[in-house]
């Protein structure tokens, strides 16, 4: 009993541990579809393209054309693709090291924190989606063009690329992540 006592007051005397945010974390980002098109890359998406190339791979791009067909954030600025290849070990290393990261609760256990702050809407990666109104949790993905795996192209599944869509406030920097890196900054 004077064990669990001193443990007890412990916790109660010892100071928190310091969050890495100041910020509350996010909500979830509910799905928010193109709507209308853009000729300019949207301020989050090219801060965290940027932050992630920089992690390796590239930045596979952003903008898609208005004439394209199908609804795509690619036209309004709000999709990017990191180039990472899934067969390549290194690649790989690196896509899970940011999927685990992105998707982890944080030191006050707020699940899939990192991605909640970003704004990210949804990623699909390697014949997966982590779509946010999902909680994030994996389920297998095929492109709509695709009428198997066998016969869908790499990139129609996602294995030469990771394609990350942010919210709307995701894609104008207006989550808690690109806000607090600016007062850093």
Not at 8 to 24: E, F, I, N
Not at 63 to 70: F, K, N, Q, T
Not at 72 to 101: N, P, Q, V, Y
Request: glycine share 8%.
């Amino acid at each position: 009993m004077v064990l669990v006592t001193a443990a007890l007051l412990s916790c109660l005397t010892t100071p928190p541990t310091q969050a890495r945010y100041v910020m509350p974390v996010d909500g979830y980002a509910t799905y928010q579809p193109q709507k209308s098109c853009s000729t300019t890359d949207k301020p989050g998406t090219v801060a965290l393209g940027q932050w992630l190339s920089a992690r390796g791979g590239a930045h596979g791009g952003t903008l898609r054309s208005c004439r394209a067909g199908g609804r795509s954030e690619h036209k309004d600025g709000r999709a990017f693709d990191w180039t990472l290849d899934a067969t390549s070990i290194d690649d790989e290393a690196t896509a899970r090291a940011f999927i685990t990261e992105a998707f982890a609760d944080d030191e006050l256990g707020d699940t899939d924190a990192l991605a909640r702050r970003m704004g990210i809407m949804y990623v699909i990666w390697n014949d997966k989606i982590y779509s946010a109104w999902d909680g994030f949790e994996p389920r297998n993905y095929l492109n709509g063009s695709c009428r198997s795996r066998k016969t869908c192209s790499k990139t129609l599944r996602h294995r030469d690329h990771m394609h990350i869509s942010l919210s709307k406030a995701g894609a104008m920097a207006q989550t808690s992540w690109y806000v607090e890196r600016a007062a850093v900054s």
